[in-house]
């Protein structure tokens, strides 16, 4: 069974820092593209960051220049490092990882719980 559990989430004032870190765990043979998804309230789900197995990074528009995605493939993790945060970044932050977790399975999409993030004075 994989789990993945997000961590870093908090308040903080407009224009701090936030590191999120999300461990996948359980019967995992490879972990393909890992992500971050953002939703604020009222809003839909928005893909905020992705990096590949090789490190190859994407992100959001409203995102690129304060956010870095990062993984640790020796320890199933991912990272946002998120800087410059403005109200509008307040949301809960989701981590996502294609999973294979045998080697007979096909690959899966994997969710975690999520994690608060408030931006705000």
């Known amino acids: 069974q994989v789990q993945l559990v997000e961590s870093g989430g908090g308040l903080v004032q407009p224009g701090g820092s936030l590191r999120l870190s999300c461990a996948a765990s359980g019967s995992i043979v490879s972990i393909n593209a890992m992500a971050w998804y953002r939703q604020a309230p009222g809003k839909q789900r928005e893909l905020v960051a992705t990096?590949?197995?090789?490190?190859?990074?994407n992100y959001a528009d409203s995102v690129k220049g304060r956010f870095t995605i990062s993984r640790d493939n020796a320890k199933n993790t991912v990272y946002l490092q998120m800087n410059s945060l403005q109200p509008e970044d307040t949301a809960v932050y989701y981590c996502n990882a294609a999973i294979q977790a045998t080697r007979w399975s096909s690959i899966y999409a994997y969710w975690g719980q999520g994690t608060q993030v408030t931006v705000s004075s």
């Open positions: 990096v590949t197995s090789g490190g190859s990074t």
